[in-house]
């Protein structure tokens, strides 16, 4: 029902030429070990991502990105954060520039 509400938000964006990508960020240590618990990829992050109709990047699947370690487990530096945005800038770009299906996730 959640996917079904946000794809229908996604066509209204459309039909205004607005595009949505949507970033799973990085997380580490026992923030990640409790996402990973709570939330296991494979029953929330990856149906997310094969039903909605937009991009979904998940920051682990991309080499560029995965090279960031949150060190308390959810906030990075503010020296990682300029090189992440950066990064996550490029992947934007590629992920935008594609013709692929609208459910494609990365």
């Not at 934007?92 to 299906?101: D, F, G, I, P, Q």
Request: net charge negative.
């Amino acid at each position: 029902a959640l996917i079904a509400r946000l794809n229908a938000a996604l066509g209204k964006l459309r039909s205004h030429d607005a595009r949505a990508v949507f970033v799973s960020m990085p997380t580490a240590g026992a923030m990640a070990e409790t996402e990973n618990r709570l939330f296991p990829r494979e029953e929330y992050w990856d149906v997310f991502a094969k039903g909605i109709e937009a991009p979904a990047v998940n920051c682990r699947d991309e080499a560029d990105l995965a090279k960031f370690v949150p060190p308390d487990g959810s906030h990075l530096t503010s020296g990682q954060a300029v090189e992440f945005s950066h990064a996550l800038g490029r992947v934007l770009v590629t992920v935008l520039s594609e013709k692929a299906e609208p459910s494609a996730s990365r």
